[in-house]
T-cell receptor, first 112, second 118 residues
Framework: DSGVTQTPKHLITATGQRVTLRCSPRSGDLSVYWYQQSLDQGLQFLIQYYNGEERAKGNILERFSAQQFPDLHSELNLSSLELGDSALYFC???????????FGPGTRLTVL | AQKVTQAQTEISVVEKEDVTLDCVYETRDTTYYLFWYKQPPSGELVFLIR??????QNEISGRYSWNFQKSASSFNFTITASQVVDSAVYFC???????????????FGTGTRLQVTL
């Protein structure tokens, strides 16, 4: 158990819908990262937050957004969902930018 | 741009065989970190090791060992006396500091699927 929690574990929804994925980092970690794992793109970095501030964006679509709250939990919002958004979404946390990123169990999103 | 190459897509071995997973990376940074993660069939990503670019000592942890060769830009992972429980996808990753040092991200290889059979 990495100490990073993600909910829900599975999510099935329809095209055009909006969903919210939630992540709680390990105790003491200020950095939260989101990654997407899909069959065609592999593991891709989406976005990083540090202590509530956005620090870096990767291959994140404009339909996707995220935030980190004062209690350090983070949410990833995915809107206008398309079939191609079906993937495993991971959250990771670390103490600081050079530290090891510990991953949560992931949320498997299926868009029908 | 940084790149991690895991040329072996799938490896099948019989239990108790030794197996080496290859990882080759590209970076222009002088300071960087390399990682290995394991993804078992249950899907989670499990951290195995972190190695910084200035530490070229090989590391052993039980049946696992890692060989870092900076001159060859490689960070290979060997499992000795493999077991069925080692069956998983293994990812090599490179940490990149971005945005003038205020952030970082991991660049992952495509993974190597290891199947260990009895």
């Amino acid at each position: 158990d990495s100490g990073v929690t993600q909910t829900p574990k599975h999510l099935i929804t329809a095209t055009g819908q909006r969903v919210t994925l939630r992540c709680s980092p390990r105790s003491g970690d200020l950095s939260v990262y989101w990654y997407q794992q899909s069959l065609d793109q592999g593991l891709q970095f989406l976005i990083q937050y540090y202590n509530g501030e956005e620090r870096a964006k990767g291959n994140i679509l404009e339909r996707f957004s995220a935030q980190q709250f004062p209690d350090l939990h983070s949410e990833l919002n995915l809107s206008s969902l398309e079939l191609g958004d079906s993937a495993l979404y991971f959250c990771a946390s670390s103490t600081d930018r050079w530290d090891t990123q510990y991953f949560g169990p992931g949320t498997r999103l299926t868009v029908l | 741009a940084q790149k991690v190459t895991q040329a072996q897509t799938e490896i099948s071995v019989v239990e108790k065989e030794d197996v080496t997973l290859d990882c080759v990376y590209e970076t222009r940074d002088t300071t960087y970190y390399l990682f290995w993660y394991k993804q078992p069939p249950s899907g989670e990503l499990v951290f195995l090791i972190r190695r910084n670019s200035f530490d070229e000592q090989n590391e052993i942890s039980g049946r696992y060992s890692w060989n870092f060769q900076k001159s060859a830009s490689s960070f290979n992972f060997t499992i000795t006396a493999s077991q069925v429980v080692d069956s998983a996808v293994y990812f090599c990753a490179l940490s990149e500091v971005i945005n003038t040092g205020t952030a970082s991200k991991l660049t992952f290889g495509t993974g190597t699927r290891l199947q260990v059979t009895l």
